[in-house]
């Protein structure tokens, strides 16, 4: 059927409102003391016990109200939501920093869960999918290395060689996100498990338990001067970190295979948490607008901030329509049709959510920058989405090849 | 029901791929031919008998097929599209100049044709709708004044005095788009008949036959240097044009109540037709970057090229999915809540496709600026539309009073 | 010395004074009747009575005050003014349709004086020289062909055989400006004399007299419609066109040595009166902006206008400082060092220029687009210079080139 | 004279290679050190033995080599440089974390010692200035109010009582930059000691020692996460802060004055430091782009980014062209003439820089982010320069407003 329905569904919308409540009236209001605890009984990289009463708290409630897990699409266990519709949720959540991991659908978690689901062992679904489904540990995504340009995820470069009944890794990870966190307790590793062959067959992804010995978490990465702690983005040194040779998901070589699948859908979900962030950002800013004044004013009327609140609301409605067009293309289910969709949001969204954001943090002036407003954190979580998962540069290219291919057959 | 279904239906499937092909195959490659006779028998404001071939032709061959009056929405006489569906067409037609024609979807005419249908006598729609549902006779839409500020449309100033049983108008109009047109037999304008009251009720709109004694073509407005002739920009002038009462609609004061209902639906068939028209610079500016080389290698591959064509992609994308939104709220039949969607595409559309258009320009080189390609032509009608139904800078002010209205009831 | 001064000298400014003041006062006022009246006796490919009596009265004038060849940079028979103080006066002359001109420095006469000056013979000098800087004839210089890419000007394929005592010319040449000028003597042609050899040694600059046989004047190009009749920019085909072989400037091959030489002071010449137009744009909106009414206040004061008027300003000051940088660069003597300047400028001014007078069109609404302001038609002859003496891409490939071999002696 | 010298004088040349040489070989080399000493000892307040060892070190050497003060324009105990001149000093710095203050040119303390130079009592010369210029003491500058509009400074509310022989001051001051500093040892503050009277006379400006009882660090503003401790941007509380009345400098009411006069020169080097990180990242940019590779090739040979490397370089020389342009107005003695060049580049500057660093890191990918590069911390600290000392809006209002004053007496 040919229905290319972009709004929110009947069955959506009751959910819908009760995220979209949650977020505004329990999880916002906790955001700012949750933030400022960190490091407040002197260890950044451990959670204080105030903070995880309102993290576990949030998460109960959630779960208590069944509003859990929804990233499980077309699955029998969860909601059954497709794309388009997870998307007017992944919006809400975005919009607190706290908003997707109450519901239990962080990233990198939701992808890593996918991933156990479709490809993990009995084993691997019981002891990993499991307390994750649950909201008890948290996972990692090892993919970016220092030394590499991520930009081409062929020069992947940590070593994975099989030795009798194990695989034994070594090299560097950095960017791991969330492997700071004392609750992560697993990584999925891209490795290199090959020298040679076809360019996308020489790698391959594995389960490395957080606690592995040969692990060394070298330092925390810094996003504008930002550690993000606890969760962290760690860089990591593997230096003979040996695991069972059944934690090699779907075989040697199909690496890049398992990472397409799970990339698509996280993709949407950082493009739709973005808009989110957009519109956080915009209502911030009209308020502002309107509660400040200055040469006898309220500032909404000075200057050109008419035409900036209107270019963010186009520019807004705009990048939500792209991200939701790239949802029902997914929901399709042809995720080689879907690609140049998804590379065309991960451009747009973090850019138009980017320049929402500043120009909030531009009406409020000192204060935009600062602890004081969510901005500045969520502009530089923003700035990483577009580096992570593939620069710009990339998804234009890959934007542009599809546009020619339409008129030539050959490659250009 | 709360589905938005932006995509094409069934039912417009098969008519939409006959328009596009009648377009492609049969409309876009006299286009060339047509413009090129303009003036070739001496007179530049006549039609040669090419192009009446060319045109009546064209005609023939769609009504026949049946693809005739599309914008007729809703009525029992047309197709009863929605405006969602009409969009889709709008898009294929704008693709060549004589698109619109062709299919009897020409503006100012379909405009005119619905204030016809809602608000004329029946002698009204003997006289004039009929014809024009026929394709019989053109239009015009007198609106603009070279004297005031068109932004703000309450300037509005030419007299409509009452004199018996006649009205009695004099003033000056400009950019009277089609009046140039030999077939132009019909005004509708927008006059001002109180200097009182409040100063949306101050203005009415009448019907003035073009042969009208007391109307003096005063020139034809250029843009950028084109005159678009034969169907022309005039200039005119009324002395003492004098015209039976019944001639003014729906009655003294209701000018801006028709306007409205006039204008939301054509501003989305000029932004729709504008995504044409990017469509169509987009697919001549690929096809140029592989087919032309400089230094070796196909233009395509070189310098920022890949980015521009990514670019360009993302934002027709974009800005088609904005304008059917605003088509989709335009069906749920409140144009007040359809309003500040109009606006916004009103600002994006011509926008995106102007900047297509010139990117397409610069892929072409100086062929790109001249005659032949449609490039050049393209982007100045592109550009009065910045202008038209009211400069950009009213409707941002508009879509930022909205968004700040969410915030407060207070006017700001 | 290493004294940078970019500012006006004190000879210069009883010079500039008088130049800009008769622009201002003489040249101005008769630009919009000195256009109005092309083709007004049938041909637009000739001068009206009124047209040459416009365009002799004010060049005698000129003349008379002294005010005369300013471009004749460091020659005993000038003014013998540098590079910097000539910049001043172009922008003065950008500033009126019939500036340049008035003066006897228009394109493209002052750089094919400049090639006959220095290249040409005893004989040349006396035929087409001395005519040239009385202002009794004018040129055309034909580089561009429509067959090849312009950007890469070794594509350049005009045969040119050597014949007994004569050369044979045969291919195409188009946006031949000027070459539809009744009083267009002489045309300075780049043509292709080796099939072999190092690929910047195979042109060779030939002189060809308007009137030689062979030559046929195809079309017109059209820039946006316009004809820019009658100057014109040609697209001509040469039949065995047959010249003397003295014509060919200082021999075989060294076609690019003399256009290098050319171009430069060209470009900076074309840069600095694409200011004097955004200066001129400027100030038509800033008075447009206090005059026109809408809503009740005069534009400036609503939405952006503060900021759009800024803005103009801003990137206007940031463009002329630029070009007086790159004409201090041509003065020192070294255009090899100079040569980046020209290309930085060459992308920056007309680019700033087209968007102030964009901006400037915008602000006066339907009368920017149109015949009555000299905007639409500053700003196609702006978008020109987009594309021609290379398209932007070309000049800032040549900058990055400049830029990365700041730190590597390698090619990249 | 009019000679407008925007060059490198022949006195600043060995001076300017001096300051540049020490930049980029002593003390970039130790910038990275320093930074990651911050909080090593457990307290980020305070500097560790290493800091000392760099910082005072890298003084030392300045000093022993005369490059010490340069800001001290038109001062027979300083290098007596122009405004033109200490602009090209200013960049240079600009390119090192440690840059300014090795040679003891830091902002606040330059403005301060101005201050202090012009309207301090001889005691206060001795007290504060003295040890100022040796670098053994630094200053701080308190303005901003939490509480405030800071675009207008009309606003500043903090209350200055006369009680006797002593001034008694109330209220809040935050952003109080380099007021962490345990070396910072006096605040110039200014303050409000009138209620009614105009607008502009209502303030004062008031040296307060930093060990005055009554002060409370309230807490310091982060900047994108970023505390710059231990100079910091300290929240300020002043309870009942009593100093003796003759620290009231100039007279009361005379406040905006001296701010006035403060803040010119302070935004041209804040400027002119800002094209040098500009230029810093430009590099780090281009020599990333030659060494990294993805797919085969270097970045620099993929997609748009010789397109990007050419657009910084263009948009540097523009920007850096104005500021010279502005220092050089400034040095021409009439402050008036200067002010609405100083509000273009302080619009101007930090916008370019902040594009170029945001550029160089996206070429950087996560590194660019993070602490590995100096980008990311650069890029913050350009991003306070869009607000600190009005925001982008007040100056392009400004600019607007000088430019219409062209056309018209009357105010608009």
Redesign the interface.
Known sequence: M?????????RL?PIHDKVARMVREEIMPLDGEFLAEVGRDGDRWSYTARQTEILEGLKAKARERGLWNFWLTESNRGYGLSTVEYAYLAEEMGKAHLGAETFNCSAPDTGNMEVLERYGSEDHKRTWLAPLLEGRIRSAYLM?E?DV????AT?IAMSCERDGADYVLNGEK??SSGAGDPRCAIYVVMVKTAEDGPKHQRHSMILVPADTPGIIKLRA??????DDAPHGHLHLKFENVRVPAENLLLGEGRGFEIAQGRLGPGRIHHCMRAIGQAEMA??QM??R??R????GK??????????I???C??EI???R??CL?AAWMMDRGDPRAAAPWIS?IK??APRVALKVTDEAI?MF???????DTPL??S??HL??L??ADG???V???????V??K???QEK?
């Open positions: 040919s229905i290319m329905d972009l709004g929110m569904t009947e919308k970016t220092p340009a991520s930009s081409d020069n950095w960017w990465m810094h996003v504008y001067g930002e915009l209502e009209c308020r607008s309107m400040r004044e200055a040469f309220p500032l909404a009327q000075l200057g050109a901030n008419y035409d609140i209107a270019e609301r186009m409605e705009m990048a329509l792209l067009k065309q451009v747009v531009q002036g000192g204060q935009g920058i600062s602890q500045a954190r502009w530089t700035r990483t577009r580096l620069p710009d540069a998804h234009r290219r890959q934007v542009a090849r546009e020619l339409k008129y030539t250009v």
